[in-house]
């Protein structure tokens, strides 16, 4: 079974071609950061027109690194949501047409579940069940993965993503857009001890997250200072502590309430270095083993997608039969039927 698989659920355009004997054969993504940059943000009419200009070059792209022609593939897998309205349209619809052109089956597949399975790409892939940590820009969810298609959501953000919450205090810190990995970087260099930033929601059971009172908690601390490098590193470093010690804690909690062993950590913030030491402390000391996507596989990109995408064929899953997308859509619940 070889799958194509198209990512344009926000500002990347990625496509990538899996193979369920041989693994991935290969990816290719174009990211649109440069073009938002100059506006701080991400501009929905612009993403989805250069989804548009960037899609049907990198699929050709991707069949070339793969050395596949259109009758080596079995199947096209899409983002349908949630996302960008717009954007998951272009993808959909340039799916939809590709399947229907080569007379295959087009799969439309969560995003997040993409992210979920993302560590599968790698050489020592998790066994089902699993817990996961899935924190990036638009969620932060703890995810009791049981199998394949079969996710049961234990806690989630209330407010702000994690992701999120790092873009909005690295655009307070007067760090470029996209804010989150700047921050970081700046965190590096901070002195510890320095400021001292809530840990939301420690204080009382449950595996709920809210990060918007962290991001005010950083405003308050920056008002009335002179903002030199040395205090902007040191608020980083206490918001990043606040916000790593916060997942961790409750994945740790997590843990203990499903008596899981496995931790897969997923999403663009799964990919920030300081969250990855804490969280092997973590599998250590509890002896649960933990996996990671590799970076590049922890942001947005089509290897995911068509994994999945490969993955639900194979196990004989139902699809729609037409172009399907949705800006928002529960994890859990299935496309053909909405529930």
């Avoid at 272009?90 to 799916?95: I, T």
């Avoid at 309430?257 to 804490?278: D, F, K, M, P, S």
Wanted: hydrophobic share 45%; proline share 5%; charged share 20%.
């Amino acid at each position: 079974m070889r799958v194509i698989g198209i990512e344009s659920s926000c500002d990347e355009t990625a496509v990538a071609i899996y193979d369920g004997d041989r693994g991935l054969l290969s990816h290719r993504l174009h990211s649109q950061v440069a073009m938002h940059q100059a506006y701080g943000g991400i501009v929905p009419e612009l993403a989805s027109r250069d989804h548009v200009r960037r899609l049907l070059p990198l699929v050709r792209e991707a069949l070339a690194d793969a050395a596949s022609g259109r009758e080596s593939i079995d199947g096209v897998a899409y983002t349908a949501g949630p996302g960008l309205i717009g954007a998951l349209l272009v993808g959909a619809g340039f799916a939809r047409s590709l399947a229907y052109a080569w007379d295959r089956p087009a799969v439309g597949v969560h995003h997040l579940e993409g992210h979920l399975l993302a560590p599968l790409l790698e050489a020592n892939p998790p066994a089902f069940p699993f817990l996961a940590l899935l924190v990036s820009g638009g969620h932060t969810q703890l995810v009791d993965v049981a199998g394949l298609g079969r996710y049961r959501i234990l806690g989630e953000s209330l407010d702000d993503a994690a992701g999120e919450a790092f873009d909005k205090t690295a655009k307070l810190l007067g760090l470029p857009y996209p804010g989150g990995a700047a921050l970081a970087q700046l965190a590096e260099r901070g002195r510890g001890g320095q400021f001292a930033f809530p840990r939301p929601m420690l204080d009382r059971p449950g595996l709920e997250f809210s990060f918007s009172g962290l991001k005010t908690a950083a405003l308050v601390a920056l008002r009335g200072r002179v903002l030199d490098e040395q205090t902007r590193a040191d608020v980083a470093r206490a918001f990043q502590e606040a916000v790593v010690a916060t997942l961790v804690e409750k994945s740790r909690r997590a843990l203990l309430i499903t008596g899981h062993r496995r931790l897969v950590v997923a999403g663009g913030v799964g990919a920030n270095l300081a969250l990855r030491e804490q969280l092997r402390a973590l599998g250590r000391d509890s002896g649960a083993e933990l996996y990671f996507p590799r970076p590049e596989f922890c942001t947005d990109n089509g290897a995911m997608i068509a994994l999945a995408g490969c993955l639900r064929l194979q196990a004989g899953m139902p699809y729609a039969s037409a172009v399907s997308a949705r800006a928002t859509w529960e994890l859990g619940t299935d496309l053909t039927t909405g529930v």
